[in-house]
């Protein structure tokens, strides 16, 4: 899946004459807008990725290499669900995207579960050794897809009520995908903060985070709630790949893109931290569009990596580490 | 109850427990006396799972053997332990600590009882656990013990850290709580009064064995504490 940061934003070439003041005021807010949103636009798409890696991580502490191909699995679950609909249930294919994204989460949610049940579990207390099992269950993953799927891009038809663009004034265009892709991440960002905060299985995983022995003298089932927390991490994974594939198109190495500014997003915005994570997807995002307007993509990605480097310095647990006494 | 045969606990080679042996009646208090670093602390966490028992060890609770079950399953056999330094969830609120404690389903919710024992806890339920004092925070982690609906109760070391006040506070919490909820309780302890008062029968460990075991009837004081000073 090849998704250009940022090339959603028309760059304006022609100087507009200073005596039409008014006219020129207009189309710089535009362009301010149209910043915003694509800055809006790959923020989503980075918390998407982040919230599965930043929930391993930050509660398991597994440092899972493999997420990025946990994400390719959502996106080759969600081509093939559209394969298959567009073929024999043609009737289908306005709503084969909501199909698909339950499809995504249920398979890479059970595939989550009986890797850590399988995998993941024999590592625990092993960063080193988890981190690379992890990276080379990576490579397996990759390699399975290209001798399913080939090396060369799928992609999937994108639904004709989500194609087009939403003009609320001329020089404005906001793509009727991104909308929807910016809706479902508020809206799964929402589930997961509901899932963690709200109920007895969540919990359960917070207790664990912070102590696993004690956890379980007080009664908790810990390995349940770690298979439960990889599985939903990937579930996530899932789903961010399933949504991606409205943006761009799929190949085995798809996972690698996203995976390095995952983990930079979930260090920076505070491990454990769901707040930390959105936060900090938003602030790189943002800047990410931003810098690139103003200069090269590559020196954009060095300040940002600067301005991490600098506030990890300072605060090396991350924008928003939560603090209390004990 | 608790029937514990020939418990033998090591941390690699060095070996801490030497053959261990008691019994706690059903609705006893027992004390296990003994100066820093005899065991005590290791001696409870192995009745509770956080350390393993060596092989031929026997931690039996009314009839089901626990030795070599995770903490968890021991806790819905019947245990509940308070550890050393309280160890509460420090970023759960209070309530949230408390709920941790309703795994086993034996209560359905937090029960009412255990804010009327620990008002402070009812005043604090919105709190991060972490920002109660240590006192506190004792209250709390044998409040989320209890809420397990235990029929022993472990506590290691109740009174280290908090202050004299306080510690007789705990003591009448535990002999009205061993009362009114008809449970058994085995406290690890150094301050000889405290033991006294909780418990009615006394285990002095030295150097990782049980060296004496009496009624607080007949106790030979003199001799528990020539174990407990250095």
Redesign the interface.
Known sequence: MTFRRGNQAPRRKAVIPAAISIEETFVTFGIFVMQLFNGLSLFTILLLMALGLAIVFGLMGVINMAHGEIMAMGAYTTYLTASFIEHHLPGLMGVYLFIAILLAFAVTFAFGYVLERGFIRWFYHRPLDTLLATWGLSLILQQTYRSVFGAQEVSVPLTTWLSGAWEPTETIQLPLNRIFIVALTILVTLGVWYILHKTRWGLRARAVTQNRAMSSAVGIDTNRVDALIFALGSGLAGIAGSVFTMVGSTNPGTGQLYIVDSFIVVVFGGVASLLGTAASSFLIAQMQTALEYLMSGSMAKVAILLLVITVLYFRPNGLFASKVRA | MLKVHNLNVAYGESHVIHDASFLVQPGAAMAIVGRNGMGKSTLLKSL???VPARHGSSINLEGRELVGT???KR??AGL??V?QGR??????TVE?NL???L??RRYKEIPSFLYEFFPVLKDMRNR????LSGGQ?QQLAIA??LA?KPRLLILDEPTEGIQPSIIKEIARSLNALRAELNIAILVSEQVLSFALEVADRLLVIDRGRIVREADKANLNLDEVRSYLTV
């Open positions: 509770i799972g956080m995770e903490s968890h806790v819905q509940a332990f550890p160890l509460i969830f420090p970023q759960l949230e709920l941790t404690g795994e086993t991060k656990g972490g920002n925070q989320r013990a397990s």
